[in-house]
């Protein structure tokens, strides 16, 4: 059974940054499609980044330059470095498996993790 614990979240102020883990179980992170993705009030889920089992890694122009996807192999764990956050980062963010061609996620969701950007 596959099980994704996200966490790390928190209040930051604009500027600010943080860093989320997904937690792994059942799967394998470095083989795997792995993608973070995000939810904002009164907003549709959108992908943030996405990381291939060879390493190569996309993001949402929006947050490009400013955030980072990594894992860490031995700890079957998946990052997002969050730098100079904004407002609208503010958001549930969520990781999962995604479809090797566009990231789009494949499996159940996890609780998530609050993110909110506010001075």
């Known amino acids: 059974q596959v099980q994704l614990v996200e966490s790390g979240g928190g209040l930051v102020q604009p500027g600010g940054s943080l860093r989320l883990s997904c937690a792994a179980s059942?799967?394998?992170?470095?083989?795997?499609?792995m993608g973070w993705y995000r939810q904002a009030p009164g907003k549709q889920r959108e992908l943030v980044a996405c990381m291939t089992s060879g390493g190569y890694t996309n993001y949402a122009d929006s947050v490009k330059g400013r955030f980072t996807i990594s894992r860490d192999n031995a700890k079957n764990t998946l990052y997002l470095q969050m730098n100079s956050l904004k407002p609208e980062d503010t958001a549930v963010y969520y990781c999962?498996?995604?479809?090797?061609?566009?990231?789009?996620?494949?499996?159940?969701w996890g609780q998530g993790t609050q993110v909110t950007i506010s001075s």
């Open positions: 059942g799967i394998i992170v470095s083989i795997n499609v």
């Open positions: 999962n498996v995604g479809s090797y061609a566009t990231c789009s996620p494949r499996g159940s």
